[in-house]
């Protein structure tokens, strides 16, 4: 029996799916623990290609029950139509969620365009999910959970005080919308008798399952952490290892192992500063080759050469004990590969990642070169049996000097999309 938690050290999409599945084998319980459906990960099983943004990753695996923690914030709606896509996909998922959780609203949706059209040129760049709106009325104790969605007669007093106050923020907001309470009560008290089964004290249910493997799968990554990121362009929850244990009440001294997924290059969705990014050849290569856009908005992402101070900053926070490397073989094929292992800000060496967006404007990466490399047919195969030493001299000088300077173990080298396509250390 061991609790084990997987979070990423970018700015999300590191290959997160991948590995959460790796590891969802052996566990018999996957909680979700924060975000909601502005992740979005694609997880292949043989033939099979699965795309969720809100379930957590062990729903499609038989046996496991998939928890959706108090941390998470959910939309209804889009949770039933995941679920049924996996039912009609003949799988039955056991799903419990908190009744903790809290409940994305159709004004949450609404206010999170109104807000980056509000922004103008300083938009964040949301996922447009409603997901920093409902944060924020958690926050200001104005949310719903989902124990109140399934229960109609708080439902209803919920929305008789919540939306005559969102009707007066569309206004001032300019906005021609209103809603109605009948209305919204019609939907939602719906998408409760959906899911009533399904709503449970979530962290009773975990307390008493502490003998059993648990996998905490994280979304995003922890440079769009809300305290730790680089704010304001950041998510609104906590995305570094310590989100784990509020976001599913598993306290922290029960996590046995804490692994870091770094891609090998570095990505970005939205706005917001990136010091390493490659708005060139270089990020076009990373692109093509990486298919970098996004599973929940199809935008392209912006890409760049691996910032290891980015990945110390996340490690260092999160408490890691483990490193797997993402998507190695997308840097094949490039002359040269750069890491960039501290910054110079004011003509001064940095390796901490900043605070303020003046410092952070100023950062000029200090990269290590490194001359590319290209893995020939059946080495990966040897790597499996051998180890790395059978990989290309510069990639494993790579790989080492990433181990080097984080100080933390590369467990496990994932150089494709499917599930063989990896390597254990
Ligand atoms: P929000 O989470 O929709 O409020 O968006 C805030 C910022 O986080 C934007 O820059 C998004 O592009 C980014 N973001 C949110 N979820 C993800 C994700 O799963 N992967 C990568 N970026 C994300």
Known sequence: MSIKLV????WGDEGKGKVVDYYAEKAD???????????????????????????????????????????????????????????????EPHLVISDRAHVIMPYHKMLDGAEERFRGKKK?????????????????????????????ETLRERLEFIIPLKNGI?????????????????EYSQYGKYLKD?????????????????????AQGAMLDVDFGTYPYTTSSHTIGGGASAGSGIPPNAIDEIIGVVKAYTTRVGMGPFPTEQ???????????????GTTTGRSRRC????????????????ANGIVITKIDVLEGLEKVKVARAYEIDGKRVDRFPASMKDIAKIKPIYRDFEGWTVENGEWERAKKEGISAL????????AFIEKETGVKIRMVSYGPAREETVEI
């Open 29 to 91: 319980i996957v909680v979700r623990y924060q975000g909601g459906n502005n992740a979005g990960h694609t997880i292949k099983i043989g033939d099979e290609v699965f795309k969720f943004h809100l379930l957590p990753s062990g729903v499609v695996r038989k046996g496991k029950t998939a928890v959706i923690g108090n941390g998470v914030v959910v939309d209804p709606k889009v949770l039933i139509s995941e679920i049924e896509a996996i039912r009609s996909r003949g799988i």
């Open 170 to 186: 569309f206004e001032a907001y300019g906005m021609e919308e209103r809603l109605s309470v009948d209305e919204v009560f019609e």
């Open 124 to 152: 964040v760049g949301t996922t447009g999910r409603g997901i920093g709106p409902c944060y924020s009325d958690k926050i200001a104790r104005l949310g719903i959970r989902m124990g109140d969605l399934v229960d109609e």
């Open 198 to 218: 399904m709503v449970r004290d979530t962290v009773a249910m975990l307390h008493g399952s502490m003998d059993r493997e648990i996998l905490l799968e994280g």
């Open 304 to 319: 760049g050469w691996l910032d290891l101070v980015v990945v110390k900053h996340a490690l260092r926070i999160s408490g």
């Open 7 to 10: 979070f990423g050290t970018q």
């Open 392 to 399: 290309p001299k510069t990639l494993k000088e790579y790989l």
């Open 279 to 293: 708005d060139n050849k270089i990020g076009e290569h990373l692109g093509r080759k990486g298919h970098e856009f």
